[in-house]
Structure formats: C-alpha cells, structure tokens
C-alpha cells in the first residue's frame, strides 16, 4: 500500500513539474509560434518602416512560413500578393524584375514586395494598421468605401462590424500573431 501511495505522489509531482515547466516556458511559446526568415523579416521592414511582428504576423496568417504556396484566388508566394498587385508595387517601387516564379518561391522577394505594399496601405489609411492589415486582405477599394460610408470605424473594438466575413478573421487573425510576437520576440 505504501508503495502504491509513493509512485501515486511521484506521478503528481512529475505531473505538476511538467506542467510547470510547459506553462511557464518560453521555449514551448516558441516553438509554438515560431518566426522564420528573420532576417529578410527585419531587413524588409526596417526598408519601409513597418513593423517586423506585423510583417512576421501576416506571413504566419497567410502562408505559415511555406513558399511555393497559391491561393484559390491566384495569390502567390509568402505574402500571397496577387500578381496585378505585385505588378503594380514592382513598377511603383522601382523594384528589378519579379516573376511570378520569383514571389511564389522566393521568400525575400515575396517578403520585400508585401512589406512595401503594407507601407502603401498604411500610409493610404493614415497610419491605422488596423485599416491597412483589412485591406491587405480584402482591398484598399472595400476598406476606403467601408471606413467612408461608416459601416466601420478603422478599430480593433469594432472589426465584427467588417461585412466580409473573411477579412474580418483575417483581421483577428493577424492581430493575434502579431500580439504573440510582440510579447514572445520583443527585440525582434
């Protein structure tokens, strides 16, 4: 009896120290939330002025990190940019050639071309990265006519007021990660 009684206190105690250590570790966050392409992530945002974890979150909510990915909808690479856009930020920006090949495959192009269209976005919408981040998603035209008609005001406190319901998970979404990077990877 006093045997089965010491490997019963034993367990909880093993149970008790693991379950310390996973909740209180922030090796296991890590690798929960990990950030790949770290470097092209800063050197890209540092490029435009944005800021990395948002990049870092936009990446973790359209792509998890893989390259090579396509969307239904034709979105290509990393940042799943579409290629009109992608088109359009390689002319504005005065970048070399991109191919599609290059932004499907390539994580510092597709890494270079998102973080100069966030930049566009959040300098279109006065800074609210908010209002950028839906656009990211759903468009610059459809977050101007939303924020416009009133049909939602720009913040975090109201996105259940985004009528597409894909960008307003997106939303969520992005925000999400990019809360977690900030706590997991503050010198990032």
């Known amino acids: 009896m006093r045997v089965l009684l010491k490997k019963r206190v034993l367990l909880v105690l093993l149970l008790a120290l693991i379950t310390i250590l996973f909740l209180k570790s922030d090796w296991l966050a890590e690798w929960m939330y990990p ?35 396509d969307s239904k909808k034709g979105a290509l690479g990393l940042m799943q940019i579409m290629p009109d856009t992608a088109n359009w930020v390689v002319q504005k920006a005065g970048f070399a050639e991109v191919t599609e090949d290059m932004l499907r495959h390539r994580a510092d192009v ?22 950028a981040v839906a656009a990211y998603n ?21 996105v259940q007021q985004i009528p597409f319901g894909e960008t307003r998970h997106y939303v969520q979404r992005v925000f999400y990660y990019y809360n977690k990077y900030k706590d997991l990877y503050p010198s990032f």
């Open 35 to 69: 950030v790949h392409y770290k470097d092209d992530i800063r050197a890209s945002a540092a490029n435009y002025g944005v800021e990395p974890h948002l990049v870092a979150a936009i990446i973790r909510s359209e792509t998890n990190y893989q390259t090579g990915k």
């Open 110 to 131: 597709s890494i270079e071309v998102g973080a100069w269209y966030l930049k566009s976005l959040d300098q279109q919408f006065d800074q609210n990265k908010i209002a």
């Open 138 to 158: 759903a468009g610059p035209g459809n977050v101007r006519k939303w924020l416009d008609s009133g049909v939602w005001d720009g913040t975090i406190d109201t």
